[in-house]
């Protein structure tokens, strides 16, 4: 049994983020025109307005712009504490994740931290969470 | 922009305000709060009962208004409760409301709007976090909930974990703010909240989303305001003084808001300044003018973005700001003089208008700021900024 988390919000393009998590791939919508990187998901470029796009396998690292400790409990499935850090991928977007092996003491601005992965599942079925830890993890 | 807004400069007034009992309904018979979940109002009991009062503040009867602005309500049920078929109507926050309303009666479609906003939020348990979070307006407040992100509350502890990191804020500084707010309400019989807070109560209460604390955070309670807005000529000779609506701006910070870009990146700063672009000028005011202040304020955190953002101070220094009393009642600038939606009233925008018109009319004792004659509202719900200017006109 994977591990249970809080509903995904789905549409036909999140449904095909999650869809390729199932392989551990990581991949964010590009541009065809523009080349902008996009996130969340949808169906058009902000910078351009085209439809065109590619679903891009990232480099899977960014840097720490901040974070947040839970000492609440907001979901059953993640009791506090429980930490949650936005980054700046080397692609562009800012990605909102869980810091993995590393304790919320020891973030710092500007850290970079590299993909790593771990399962989930909700009511939608299985598949795999992106997480970020350290990189000589 | 100052030419294409100056028209409307003046040509509406605040004529009428209402509040329900915010404290009274907050206490139960020995005294404690209510309990959240046990229904002893619904949202139109409350709107009902502010719009009522509103009327009769002005001076006004339902046969006079020919607009209406309907706020978490539905609009066809409230006209159909007060007897009111109106010829024009809108719905949204403060700010948008009486933007809205100043267009319309602009335009000639109306000339006096009861704005009405209900909310029986603690008797109905509203969620603002976790699964039971509704609505898909901000995606932000739900799309990373497999991650375990959720609540506005968080949101802005990103916000101001950011702040921390890059201008080295303290969270002693930011407490100044929730204190402050506090210091009001004990002025303020109707507000909620009104036993002192210390700055060592404040940092000796738990995190709810480090690094925010329980005193960051706005009040859950059930109320209703309500505001008459009519064309400035026919707003002589009414029960109160005319509080003019003398400039106001509005900007909305979106591209790649879900990302959570512009709220960690600029603060909304970029919203703030086209805002501040409009209403200044509009009103042919400055910041240095303005004797009241208030701002949107579900937590402290706003107070530092508004402050820096409408050029209080400089971009970072906003927890230097707050310091020393500057915020409080006999400051340089008095903020949420009501206690706000911290320690008043979670009236989401609506109970910081009836406070400053309030404060613009005069006779609030204790509470008075001294000599006002211009009194700022800035709305920034994650990005989506309105500004509001209220003067004593002519």
């Known amino acids: 049994m994977a591990t249970a988390r809080p509903v995904r919000a789905m549409d036909p393009y999140a449904e095909q983020f999650w869809a390729f998590t199932q392989a551990r791939e990581l991949r964010l919508q590009q541009c065809a025109d523009c080349r902008k990187f996009r996130w969340p998901p949808g169906p058009t470029c902000d910078r351009c307005l085209s439809d065109n796009f590619d679903w891009r396998r990232i480099r899977g690292t960014g840097k720490v712009l901040s974070w947040t400790t839970f000492h609440r409990g907001y979901f059953p499935e993640y009791p506090p504490p429980h930490t949650v850090v936005v980054l700046e991928l080397d692609e562009g977007p800012l990605f909102v994740s869980v810091p993995v092996e590393i304790s919320p003491r020891e973030l710092r601005e500007g850290m970079t931290l590299a993909l790593r992965w771990t399962d989930g599942q909700d009511r939608l079925g299985e598949y795999n969470l992106p997480v970020f830890g350290p990189m000589n993890g | ?394």
């Open chain 2, 1 to 394: 922009m100052n030419g294409r807004l100056a028209p409307l400069k003046d040509i509406v007034a605040i004529v009428g305000v209402g509040e329900t009992d915010y404290a009274k309904d907050y206490r139960g018979s020995g005294g404690q709060a209510v309990e959240k979940g046990v229904a002893r109002y619904d949202s139109y009991t409350l709107a009902s009962r502010a719009l009522k009062r509103a009327l009769d503040d002005a001076g006004l009867t339902k046969s006079d208004i020919d607009g209406l602005c309907t706020a978490n309500l539905s609009g066809e049920r409230a006209s159909e409760l007060w007897g009111l078929n109106p010829r024009w109507s809108g719905s949204g926050d403060a700010a948008q409301c009486i933007i809205e309303a100043t267009m319309a009666i602009n335009a000639g479609l109306c000339t006096t709007v009861a704005l009405v906003y209900g909310n029986a939020q603690r008797s109905m348990d509203t969620a603002y976090g976790g699964a039971r979070v509704t609505g898909g307006a901000i995606t932000s407040y739900f799309y990373y909930a497999p991650w375990g992100m959720t609540s506005q509350g968080a949101l802005y502890a990103l916000f101001f974990q950011r702040h921390k990191l890059l201008y080295g804020t303290t969270e002693e500084q930011l407490g100044a703010i929730a204190v402050a707010f506090r210091k009001h309400a004990g002025l303020n019989p109707n507000a909620v909240m009104q036993k002192p807070l210390t700055i060592t109560e404040y940092l000796n209460a738990p995190y709810i989303a480090e690094p925010l604390r329980l005193y960051d955070y706005c009040l859950i309670n059930d109320g209703g305001v309500a505001l008459i807005v009519r064309r400035a000529d026919m707003a002589r000779d009414l029960r109160q003084r005319p509080i003019m609506v003398s400039g106001f701006g509005w900007s909305e910070e979106n591209v790649d808001a879900t990302q959570l870009r512009p709220r960690l990146k600029s603060f909304y700063h970029g919203a703030h300044h086209e805002v501040a672009a409009q209403v200044y000028p509009m009103a042919g005011v400055t910041p240095n003018d303005v004797d009241v202040f208030a701002t949107y304020d579900s937590f402290s955190v706003h107070l530092l973005a508004s402050l820096e953002g409408f050029g209080f101070c400089k971009e970072g220094e906003g927890g230097a700001f707050v310091q020393g009393g500057r915020i409080e009642l006999g400051g340089e600038l008095p903020c949420n003089t009501s206690g706000g939606m911290l320690s008043e009233s979670y009236m989401q925008s609506w109970n910081h208008q009836p406070e400053l018109v309030r404060q613009l009319r005069g006779g609030l004792g204790s509470r008075q700021v001294a000599g006002a004659e211009v009194a700022q509202y800035v709305h920034d719900v994650a990005g989506k900024c309105k500004s509001l200017i209220y003067t004593k006109g002519a």
